[in-house]
């Protein structure tokens, strides 16, 4: 079978021809635009650190959103504590283990400073890494 499989409503249902041409363009484009929207994303954090970026060394990428680093330190059992007073710091830490101390970075992840990355990479040896441009 050929053509173009979408979910509409639930449903899901072979498109053809022209219509499957058109969404095929579509999906390219989307994924062009967040491919330019990751470069753009990737620039602003390197003027941010001073030409260093958190490398996620596993898969080779770099880190450019707190939702991307958070997925990561929970895969290495790391747990978010949100502290309602501090409205600008998120602080994650690892339960049972009190050597390593807490990974302390700025909410607004394009405030990640070279110290936060040097900080992230020192207590997660191995996953994260320093990017130098």
Partial sequence: MSGVWVMKDGVVQQVEGDEAERLLKEAGARQLKD????RLLEKQSLTAAGGK?????PSGQVVL?????EEWLVDLRWERNDNEDDK???H???PGDHQLGPITIPRDFSHLSSDNIRDIALKTRGTFGIAHS
């Fill in 35 to 38: 491919a330019e929207a990751r």
């Fill in 92 to 94: 994650f830490y690892k």
């Fill in 53 to 57: 970026r958190l490398l996620h060394i």
């Fill in 65 to 69: 959103s707190l939702a991307e680093l």
């Fill in 88 to 90: 600008e710091l998120v």
